[in-house]
């Protein structure tokens, strides 16, 4: 995982992004991105051989700012605003991405990483709930609750608890800088960086 800072990094993580809304819309899938404040943000790139396969666009809440979760929104966290992997490749990204991000969220003090998930109302093309079936079935997450916007979509919040997982890093290596007092990462070679 590398911060996403340069024009080079940026255009990447673009032509990711547009190739990612074209899939979805030839499927009928609502291109869903979140509101990430500007305040504390970061954006990460999953790289495998220097080639971007996966995208994270990050917000770490220290304070209750989380109100509209209920509860457990006053829980430090990092909410993943946006995430994106190569359309069309199922090969685990969003496992690996789940794993890094309950990782660097334990790294940072958290107790969750958390995401908002908007599906589309049902209709005869799109299918909602697929991907937070996905999340919740394949990559642990729980979901905490759910509303209906006024167009009928809905937003499923999910969450998943903060794990120090130490031995993450042969697999992917991360150069995301976590402030304060962090655990320092295992030097070497990855397979995902």
Not at 15 to 32: F, N, P, V
Not at 86 to 96: A, H, N, Q, T, Y
């Amino acid at each position: 995982m590398r911060p996403v800072r340069t024009a080079a990094a940026r255009a990447e993580v673009e032509a990711l992004m547009e190739d990612r809304r074209q899939w979805q819309a030839k499927r009928g899938y609502t291109d869903a991105r979140q509101h990430c404040p500007d305040a504390d943000t970061d954006e990460v790139g999953l790289y495998e051989d220097d080639v971007l396969i996966g995208y994270l666009h990050l917000h770490l809440h220290r304070e209750p700012v989380l109100q509209h979760w209920g509860r457990g929104g006053s829980e430090p966290s990092v909410l993943l605003c946006d995430a994106y992997g190569v359309p069309g490749r199922d090969d685990s990204i969003g496992r690996l991405m789940t794993l890094w991000a309950t990782d660097f969220a334990a790294r940072n003090g958290c107790t969750w990483a958390r995401c908002e998930v908007r599906e589309p109302k049902p209709s005869s093309v799109a299918v909602p709930g697929r991907l937070s079936a996905f999340l919740r079935s394949e990559c642990g997450w729980e979901q905490t609750n759910l509303y209906f916007l006024p167009s009928g979509e809905r937003v499923v919040h999910l969450q998943a608890r903060a794990l120090d997982r130490r031995g993450l890093a042969p697999m992917i290596r991360c150069e995301i800088p976590v402030p304060g007092p962090s655990v320092t990462a295992v030097e070497g070679e990855a397979r995902h960086a």
